[in-house]
Structure formats: structure tokens, C-alpha cells
């Protein structure tokens, strides 16, 4: 797995050796952290430099802003989810915390499936708030299959589960999706992910207008697509077919691109 397709996490705690074994602990769970910051102008800094998908922040750290402080300046450029780490549990902190909108408030000293569980609840909470929601959409059923969180997106990124953490791919990395039974695989140019989701249900859940379904079993980025003709398409040196039911929906594709 490349780093650019790991979750990226920075880390703001200031007592060292936690923050070592926290990183560590990460690491080994495939995630990759961009750094470790002791104080709040430090872990802006990283940010306004970095790529971050997720902060896992203290509240009592070192400098002139405490964890709360720091995750205002931060969320401030721009919208991250946030785990706080932390032993205060006083109501007055809670309060100031609640105020930033955190994804998790997850107590010291942690267990780290309970910190796994956070950090997949912030991912798959803050995508549900960034995805625009169709004007007719339906309201979603309470009871939805735990499946179904097994893709989520964020803008142009989606994260695919895989195992118990979620990888990032770049939509336009996307060639296409292969459909078998209850699984998709997606395929992008580096490898392959498989989902156990079914392909019509990723088209429905996700908004993504380049990818078009050409048959029953197939989906294809329409920006990757060589050449075509009235049986099949060709990506590269794969050749798949082009279902008649599927070819005017295909064909209509080209014209808003």
C-alpha cells in the first residue's frame, strides 16, 4: 500500500513516549502519521503544510492553546474530523470540546480497539457530513446493513474497508468496478479492492458522475476509456463488454464531459 492511499494522521499530544506508542501503534495498523505535535501553533503548521485526514488531539498540551484551541485554529482553514484523546473529564471541558464538533472523545489511558473504532465512526461520520445530498433523496433506513460502510466518501476521495481500517483512493485513480454477486472489486491503476457491497449499490450511494455502468457486471471511468465500439470498451489493455441495455446511457456520458 502506497502512503498516498493510507489514511493520513497527525498526532497532538506532548507527552512523549504516549505519543511514540500512539504513532507506533498506528503505523502497525496501517495508517501513516504525518507527524507528532506537542503544542497547537506546531500542529498548524503541519496541517497548512500536509495532507491530514484525521486529528487526534489532547486537550492539555504544551504552548499558548490548549487541544480545544488548537482544533478551533485548525477547523477554522478547513474541515478535518477530531478525536480528542484525553484524562479530563470535568463538564466544563466537555462543554468547550462539544463546541468544535468532535468525531470521538475517547478517555486516557485508551484501549486501542476502542481508538480503532473511533477513528472508523469519524471517518465514515464525517463523510456522511461533507456528501451532498440529492434534494429527493430518501431518508435512510435506521436498520441499514453495516455493508454498506464498507465505502464511504469525502469529495473526490473514497475510502474502501479493508480489514478493520479504511484505505484512500483518488477517484480519478479509479479504471473501473467488477461486479461479483454481493462483492465489487474496485480496480485502480495500482491494485485492486474488493467490497462486500454490490455494484448497483455503490453507483446509488456514491456521487460519482464519471463512472457509468456499460453492463450488468461492469462500471467504467469514463476518463479512462481508450476506445469503444458496439460489443465492448477497452482500458488500457482490458477489454470489457458493452451491454445494449447500458450503450445510450454510455454515449450520453460523453456529452457532459
Same mark, same amino acid.
Given at each position: 500500500?502506497?502512503?498516498?492511499?493510507?489514511?493520513?494522521?497527525?498526532?497532538?499530544?506532548?507527552?512523549?513516549?504516549?505519543?511514540?506508542?500512539?504513532?507506533?501503534?498506528?503505523?502497525?495498523?496501517?495508517?501513516?502519521?504525518?507527524?507528532?505535535?506537542?503544542?497547537?501553533?506546531?500542529?498548524?503548521?503541519?496541517?497548512?503544510?500536509?495532507?491530514?485526514?484525521?486529528?487526534?488531539?489532547?486537550?492539555?498540551?504544551?504552548?499558548?492553546?490548549?487541544? +480545544? #484551541?488548537?482544533?478551533? &485554529?485548525?477547523?477554522?482553514? *478547513?474541515?478535518? =474530523? !477530531?478525536?480528542?484523546?484525553? @484524562?479530563?473529564?470535568? %463538564?466544563?471541558?466537555?462543554?468547550?470540546?462539544?463546541?468544535?464538533?468532535?468525531?470521538?472523545?475517547?478517555?486516557?489511558?485508551?484501549?486501542?480497539?476502542?481508538?480503532?473504532?473511533? +477513528? #472508523?465512526?469519524?471517518? &465514515?461520520?464525517?463523510?456522511? *457530513?461533507?456528501? =451532498? !445530498?440529492?434534494?429527493?433523496? @430518501?431518508?435512510?433506513? %435506521?436498520?441499514?446493513?453495516?455493508?454498506?460502510?464498507?465505502?464511504?466518501?469525502?469529495?473526490?476521495?473514497?475510502?474502501?474497508?479493508?480489514?478493520?481500517?479504511?484505505?484512500?483512493?483518488?477517484?480519478?485513480?479509479?479504471?473501473?468496478?467488477?461486479?461479483?454477486?454481493?462483492?465489487?472489486?474496485?480496480?485502480?491503476?495500482?491494485?485492486?479492492?474488493?467490497?462486500?457491497?454490490?455494484?448497483?449499490?455503490?453507483?446509488?450511494?456514491?456521487?460519482?458522475?464519471?463512472?457509468?455502468?456499460?453492463?450488468?457486471?461492469?462500471?467504467?471511468?469514463?476518463?479512462?476509456?481508450?476506445?469503444?465500439?458496439?460489443?465492448?470498451?477497452?482500458?488500457?489493455?482490458?477489454?470489457?463488454?458493452?451491454?445494449?441495455?447500458?450503450?445510450?446511457?454510455?454515449?450520453?456520458?460523453?456529452?457532459?464531459?
Amino acid at each position: 500500500m502506497t502512503i498516498d492511499e493510507r489514511i493520513h494522521i497527525l498526532i497532538v499530544e506532548d507527552e512523549g513516549i504516549l505519543a511514540m506508542e500512539l504513532s507506533d501503534s498506528l503505523e502497525a495498523d496501517g495508517y501513516f502519521v504525518v507527524g507528532i505535535a506537542n503544542n497547537g501553533r506546531k500542529a498548524l503548521d503541519l496541517c497548512q503544510r500536509q495532507r491530514v485526514d484525521l486529528l487526534l488531539c489532547d486537550i492539555t498540551i504544551k504552548g499558548d492553546w490548549d487541544g +480545544i #484551541e488548537t482544533v478551533k &485554529h485548525i477547523t477554522a482553514e *478547513r474541515p478535518i =474530523p !477530531v478525536i480528542y484523546l484525553t @484524562a479530563l473529564t470535568d %463538564r466544563e471541558t466537555l462543554e468547550r470540546a462539544k463546541q468544535t464538533y468532535p468525531a470521538a472523545y475517547v478517555h486516557k489511558p485508551y484501549q486501542l480497539n476502542s481508538l480503532r473504532t473511533a +477513528i #472508523e465512526l469519524a471517518i &465514515h461520520n464525517f463523510s456522511l *457530513r461533507t456528501k =451532498p !445530498v440529492p434534494a429527493t433523496a @430518501a431518508v435512510p433506513e %435506521r436498520n441499514t446493513s453495516r455493508d454498506k460502510e464498507t465505502i464511504l466518501q469525502i469529495e473526490d476521495h473514497l475510502f474502501v474497508k479493508q480489514n478493520y481500517q479504511f484505505v484512500k483512493i483518488n477517484v480519478t485513480e479509479l479504471l473501473y468496478l467488477e461486479a461479483d454477486n454481493v462483492y465489487t472489486t474496485l480496480v485502480t491503476t495500482n491494485r485492486k479492492y474488493v467490497v462486500r457491497q454490490t455494484l448497483s449499490g455503490i453507483l446509488e450511494r456514491m456521487n460519482l458522475p464519471s463512472l457509468v455502468r456499460i453492463h450488468r457486471s461492469y462500471a467504467v471511468n469514463i476518463h479512462k476509456v481508450d476506445s469503444f465500439n458496439d460489443a465492448e470498451l477497452s482500458i488500457g489493455t482490458q477489454l470489457l463488454p458493452l451491454s445494449r441495455s447500458y450503450k445510450e446511457d454510455f454515449l450520453q456520458r460523453f456529452n457532459h464531459y
